[in-house]
Structure formats: structure tokens, C-alpha cells
């Protein structure tokens, strides 16, 4: 168990559809992280939040969009839901905001998206 | 462009098999190389972090060594139980993200 608490565990939707998907850092870490696998490719980095404020951005499309809360949890809200959606979902986090030395990243164990 | 090559894709081991992953990156300034395991529909679970050419860690039955093109994970003596997906990722100085690999993916047969 990495610490890192993710839900819901599988979620299937509609297309078109709006889902959000939710996201606890193990206790202590600051810093969050937005990664999507779906089968045809390998982790594609998201988003990065550290104590609320965004710090990075990956291959992120408009149609989804993150926030970090002040008790540090994190949500990725995607909308307009297509059928390419569908991947797993990774919420990972880290004490620092920058993964140099000692900074680990620890990541939780996906939600499941299904896009129908 | 930064990347990450692993090779092989795929590996079939006999348990008691020893082989090695390998990782090889084009970063400028690395600031770490990350190694995970990942089995099916989980998370990737961390292992080894390295961030200077000649370090090595070791964990059971696995070895991570590292020099400045690429990264080995050595498996030695494996068993069953090690079948998963072996990622490896980079930290570049100019962002906080990890990029993976495509990953090799091991099976260990009894």
C-alpha cells in the first residue's frame, strides 16, 4: 500500500459524459500528479499540483482540468467523455515538488475509466 | 527531445534465470532515474531512485546499476512472483515530471 488513496476504482460512463475522479496524497506530501495509461500507450503525464498551485502541465487536454484543495486532496475532472477516454487513471504524490533527491514519487492504484 | 528506450519489450525467464533490464536515456543533466514495477491493473509500485553514474542499489533479488546513457535492472536467481512490468522513468532538470519508458514486461515461469 503506497498511501496514495484513488476513487472511484472503476467507473464506466457515457460518452459525452463528465466524471471526476478523486485523489488523497499519502500524508505528508505536498505535491500531486496526474498520470493517464491507456493500452496503446505507456504513462503520459498529466498535471502536477504542489499546496494548491498547478506546477506543471503535460499532454493535457482542454476538456480536462484539475485542482488541489487546501487539505491537499486533488480531483481531475474530465468532461465531453469520448470513446479514446477510456485508460487508467493515476493520482501519484511526493513530499517535494520537484522529484530530485529523496523526493519520491509514490503512486495509488488507478481508477478504471470506461468510456461507453 | 528527451527519452526513455527500454529493451527488451518482453522477457521470458525460467525461475533461476538470471538476466538484465535495460533502460537507455538521451537527458541533458539527469536528475534521477526512477525504476517501478507494475503488475496488471495496478499501480506502478517504486523500487529503486538513482542519480549519478557508478551508483547501484539493490533489493532482494533485483540490482540497479547506472551510468550515463542508461540504466540496467539486474534479476537475479527470479522467481514467479517477479512476473510483472518493469518501467523506468527520468526526472529532466526543467520540469518536476517523471517520463516513462514503454516498459519491459517479465514473466518468470516456474
Known amino acids: 500500500d503506497s498511501g496514495v488513496t484513488q476513487t472511484p476504482k472503476h467507473l464506466i460512463t457515457a460518452t459525452g459524459q463528465r466524471v471526476t475522479l478523486r485523489c488523497s496524497p499519502r500524508s505528508g506530501d505536498l505535491s500531486v500528479y496526474w498520470y493517464q495509461q491507456s493500452l496503446d500507450q505507456g504513462l503520459q503525464f498529466l498535471i502536477q499540483y504542489y499546496n494548491g498551485e498547478e506546477r506543471a502541465k503535460g499532454n493535457i487536454l482542454e476538456r480536462f482540468s484539475a485542482q488541489q484543495f487546501p487539505d491537499l486532496h486533488s480531483e481531475l475532472n474530465l468532461s465531453s467523455l469520448e470513446l479514446g477516454d477510456s485508460a487508467l487513471y493515476f493520482c501519484?504524490?511526493?513530499?517535494?515538488?520537484?522529484?530530485?533527491?529523496?523526493?519520491?514519487?509514490?503512486f495509488g492504484e488507478g481508477s478504471w475509466l470506461t468510456v461507453v | 527531445e528527451d527519452q526513455v528506450t527500454q529493451s527488451p519489450e518482453a522477457l521470458r525467464l525460467q525461475e533461476g534465470e538470471s538476466s538484465s533490464l535495460n533502460c537507455s536515456y538521451t537527458v541533458s543533466g539527469l536528475r534521477g532515474l526512477f525504476w517501478y514495477r507494475q503488475d496488471p491493473g495496478k499501480g506502478p509500485e517504486f523500487l529503486f531512485t538513482l542519480y549519478s553514474a557508478g551508483e547501484e542499489k539493490e533489493k532482494e533479488r533485483l540490482k540497479a546499476t547506472l551510468t550515463k546513457k542508461e540504466s540496467f535492472l539486474h534479476i537475479t536467481a527470479p522467481k514467479p512472483e517477479d512476473s510483472a512490468t518493469y518501467l523506468c522513468a527520468v526526472v529532466i532538470p526543467s520540469g518536476s515530471r517523471l517520463t516513462f519508458g514503454e516498459g519491459t514486461q517479465l514473466t518468470v515461469n516456474p
Open positions: 501519484a504524490s511526493s513530499v517535494r515538488d520537484n522529484p530530485g533527491a529523496g523526493n519520491t514519487i509514490y
